[in-house]
């Protein structure tokens, strides 16, 4: 497993922007497959963006594609998530999360075991 901090959260106007961070620890960051979820008060944890370890295709939500990116730098054992457009029904803790080696099922919060504790993000109307 590896360990996971998330950063850059925080408050922000409806339209406006944020950029999540998830810094990685492990000599490995280049072969982990990594998501971001997040978690509304009173919902369940919901998947918003992964990226395969490979490179490939890059997977959205429906509620966020075109206005989220999802990145990772192997360089500096970080991945990002460049939230833009943002809407009240995003506020939520948002987590990333990591599995070596996998391929499929990035949707699926049950394919990752390794997560962080998660970082607030507020967006006001």
């Known amino acids: 497993q590896v360990q996971l901090v998330e950063s850059g959260g925080g408050s922000v106007q409806a339209g406006g922007s944020l950029r999540l961070s998830c810094a990685a620890s492990g000599r490995t960051f280049f072969a982990y497959t990594m998501g971001w979820f997040r978690q509304a008060p009173g919902k369940e944890r919901e998947f918003v963006a992964g990226i395969p370890w490979s490179g490939g295709t890059t997977e959205y939500a429906d509620s966020v594609k075109g206005r989220f990116t999802i990145s990772k730098d192997n360089t500096k054992n970080m991945l990002y998530l460049q939230m833009n457009s943002l809407k009240p029904e995003d506020t939520a803790v948002y987590y990333c999360?990591?599995?070596?080696?996998?391929?499929?099922?990035?949707?699926?919060?049950?394919?990752?075991?390794?997560w962080g504790r998660g970082t607030q993000v507020t967006v006001s109307s």
């Open positions: 999360a990591a599995r070596i080696g996998i391929l499929t099922g990035l949707r699926e919060g049950k394919t990752y075991d390794s």
